[in-house]
């Protein structure tokens, strides 16, 4: 049964999520009262075009044919994207797009209301909410990105905005592009990018050439955005102009893709992006919808989007729920994931063009292919799909043999030939006995070799018995452990050729003597505990975990022997590749952090005498090591922590490691300190391999929640990594990349089945499984 208690209804905002609310909830009872404030007149709006998605348009016809026909015969649609960089146009197909103009989606929907019965009240302030509240079943605040509501009840609502460093200004060109174009201006001040489509028709006809009689024909209009860093923006002197002369600016920086044609604006002014979100939704009978709930980028044009999505659930679930908080908390709790999703993409985005000035120098495919894979939204699989022709120009300057999909390339590091792109990441199994590997230790790393990886790594093995994490963690601080390691690696050269196997060797420091993972993880042990050595005397968890004793000049000498006997004994045992631990909080990521380094001799302090100690043990450890087999260095590029590792750190740490003679930097993060506020998502990690490899250009592992192949095939194509580390993927699938290769219909030397295995690489037939049903539909 519908709820009873949403007879009166205030909708705070007369924008599309406002508006198309208010229509749903019309229609659905036509009885309710429901009134629409908008402090503006009907025809007043900012900005010109709106991009929506065919899944939003979906959404629409199933709940309200009229307005989806009104919609649609308003509609520019497209399916190319030109992206226009150093005199070269990538122009890729198949992604379908459609736009209107603002002022024509507001008054479809004007309409709509008015033949529903809702009362539009324009030029007219809201009361506050509180007030309305008192007066109304429900009130919808849809009252923007700066929203007065949200601001009211901040106690309850309790918002974050963060604003970012990008200036852009919305503007319009009065002729109809025929694709959406990114397109990139490296000026005397800086790079500068537009983001451009169209959003209007000519009119049937409208000619180009000037027409000496008769009253001039529409030529249809284009949305223009132009974008640039901070920085950019105020050598340019934009920060000293109006409107007019930035609209003058732009429209000569972008004159090319303007054909010589002015810009104009519609109140425009430059801004910086804030980005939106609010820990609860609703307040009593106030919900949030829209920008006032939660923004995204206008680089993946979903601000529209997301709100009449917004409106469309929030219809939905007052149908379907008992009473209205059930009804407010159902909305929130499908919205949400959504939004989040929408956000971490968008942030992906943003990020990229903020970081834009670093991609500038890719071959030019490469370059359109990381533009439009940037919010991991559009990946190399469904780009395939839509524009084989470009994906396969992409894959022919990136090196790809015929029928061989990026992951499955070679690389060489030193002398170390891997067969694909793909790394089996570190896994601490936690079931050593003083230190030794096991048959579990075989069998886990044996089976990945034999399931089709590239490079296979071990846990993390540790130096010394006072540097384990867990009484269960692996070493090779004796000949027996050494043994034990050999008979694996034997294992791994001769049952599955060509895979490689590397050692990644480390020291717990402040995070030792702590439970097996499933008993409580970083918790210390109830009896028989190690006493712990850190750069500073400073416990992991404060109160919980044992104070660790501060290294003096002797103790690190200690250590780095310790290390370097470890790599003499790895190379014995037929290791291919060795990794140094430096992150995740244990010892040498101890010192690296000033969040965990506090010293006050020539090893703490600046950046400079944090890293002296890591790259002593390094430069230890590479003397040891076989020239010919590579080295590489795993870091934590943010601490996820205020005051913690920062950009220009990672930066710095990587290139430190680099000189030295690291042949890849492993770029992972976070693990350093308790109180981390990681951004998690699908591949959240990844952008700061991204950033390292394309502002050093050094070799990098990717980690972070990579789980499919489509993932790795598209950081690779897009020259974000060079290898792709996997940990849980290999866990659910020990022949993860072996299945990878059949889902691509790949057979080569980059993915060998092993003879006994050969008969199982075909794809096992499955199952149909019918698509969802719409999540509202109307008679």
Known sequence: MPPSDTGRIAVIGGGPGGLYAAALLKRLRPGREITVWERNAPDDTFGFGVVLSDETLGGIEHADPVVYRALSDAFVRWDTIDVVHRGTTQTSGGHGFAALGRRTLLRILHERCASLGVRLRFGTEAPPAAELAAGHDLVIAADGVHSATREAHARHFRPTVTDHRNRYIWLAADFALDAFRFEIAETEYGVMQLHAYPFSRPSPDHHPSTRPFGPPREPGASTVIVEMREEVWRAAGLDTCDTARSAEHCAKVFADALGGRPLR??????????????????????????????????????????????????????????????????????????????????????????????????????????????????????????????????????????????????????????????????MDMYSAVDGMPGDLHLVHLGARALGGAGLVMTEMVCVSPDGRITPGCTGLWTDEQAEAWARITRFVHDAAPGAAIGLQLGHSGRKGSTRLMWEGIDQPLEDGNWPLSAASPLPYAHGVSQVPQELDRAGMDAVRDRFTEAARRAAHCGFDLLELHCAHGYLLSGFLSPLTNLRTDGYGGSLENRLRFPLEVFDAVRAAWPGDRPMTVRISATDWAQGGTSDEDALAVARAFAAHGADAIDVSTGQVVPGERPEYGRSYQTPYADRIRNALDVPVIAVGAISSWDDVNSLLLAGRADLCALARPHLYDPHWTLHAAAEQGYEGPGASWPLPYRAGSRIPPSGRTDAPKPRLTLD
């Not at 307040?283 to 044009?301: E, K, N, P, Q, Y």
């Not at 939905?316 to 159902?330: S, T, Y």
């Not at 993409?345 to 370059?367: G, H, K, T």
């Open 265 to 426: 604006s519609n109140r425009s002014s430059w801004l910086t992006f804030a980005t939106v979100t609010n820990a609860h939704w609703s307040h009593g009978s106030t919900v949030l919808i829209g920008d006032a709930a939660h923004t995204a980028h206008f680089s993946i044009g979903s601000g529209t989007k997301l709100a009449v999505e917004d409106a469309l659930a929030l219809a939905a679930c007052i149908e379907e729920q008992p009473d209205l908080p059930a009804a407010l908390g159902a909305y929130e709790a499908e919205r949400r994931p959504v939004v989040l999703s929408t956000q971490r993409a968008a942030a992906a985005s943003l990020r990229w063009f903020e970081e834009l000035p670093r991609y500038v120098d890719q071959p030019p495919r490469r370059f359109a292919f990381n533009l439009l894979t940037r919010s991991r939204r559009v990946t190399h699989d469904n780009l395939r799909l839509r524009d084989p022709g470009f994906t396969g120009a992409v894959e022919e300057e990136f090196g790809c043999p015929p029928g061989t999909p990026p992951m499955f390339t070679p690389l060489r590091l030193r002398g170390l030939a891997l067969r694909n792109r793909v790394v089996v990441s570190p």
